[in-house]
């Protein structure tokens, strides 16, 4: 059992580059979420889905954009990077009754 | 909107005593869910410990144990014998109505041999 897996681990961009951040999970959890990390700072919400074709923006959701066609899979876009993007980026899962929250082990995002 | 405070950014113990970590939250509802999580340096968020408003009896697991004073929405973790593994960043995250989870900043926990 993977639980939630991310890819890829790490990750540097050059300023204005895009790219996917890849989320699964296979514990067939309705909801899934994307936070960020920032050095010495809590999770901060950027995008989460409650299924399949379902997404809703977080605190933080600019610059990013979400898909949800399937329950496993929840991709992060990040379009046109720019440096403030720097950060570790979790992906998360939960069933909707007990709320617990399963992460990924996170990419550390680099722009430059 | 929710918040939620950590009021102790670092926090340290010795080997096999006892420490507990404060986290204060704040909101109008009712019905509600507090969860502690640890984040040691391998980055993974694991979680430690959960509560459910409704409940009046304080969560248990193992050497974990919260003090869940709902009045006061105040939410401590209190860890017994500590040990080194124990040491990492320890978050407070609050759950209400909505589907997000609103995370502290976080208490940088250091176990001493």
């Known amino acids: 059992n993977a639980g939630v897996t991310q890819t890829p681990k790490f990750r540097i961009l050059k300023i204005g580059q895009s790219m996917t951040l890849q989320c699964t999970q296979d514990?067939?959890?309705?909801?899934m979420y994307w936070y960020r990390q920032d050095p010495g700072m809590g999770l901060k919400l950027i995008y989460y889905?409650?299924?399949?074709?379902?997404?809703d923006k977080g605190e933080v959701p600019n610059g990013y954009n979400v898909s949800r066609s399937t329950t496993e899979d929840f991709p992060l876009r990040l379009e046109l990077a720019a440096p403030s993007q720097t950060s570790v980026y979790f992906c998360a899962s939960s069933l909707p009754v007990t709320y617990e929250q399963y992460f990924g082990p996170g990419t550390r995002l680099t722009v430059t | 909107a929710q918040t939620v405070t950590q009021s102790q950014p670092e926090m340290s113990v010795q080997e096999a005593e006892t420490v507990t970590l404060s986290c204060t939250y704040d909101?109008?509802?009712?019905?509600?869910?507090l969860f502690w999580y640890k984040q040691p340096p391998s980055r993974q968020m694991i979680l430690v410990i959960r509560?459910?408003?409704?409940?009046?009896q304080n969560a248990t697991e193992n050497r974990f144990s919260v003090n869940f004073q709902k009045a006061a929405k105040s939410f401590s973790l209190k860890i017994s014998d500590s040990q080194l593994g124990d040491a990492a960043m320890y978050f407070c995250a609050f759950r209400g109505g909505s589907e997000k989870l609103v995370f502290g900043k976080g208490t940088k926990l250091t176990v001493n041999p």
């Open positions: 889905s409650v299924g399949a074709g379902i997404t």
């Open positions: 514990m067939n959890h309705n909801y």
């Open positions: 909101t109008s509802e009712s019905d509600y869910y």
């Open positions: 509560q459910e408003a409704y409940k009046q």
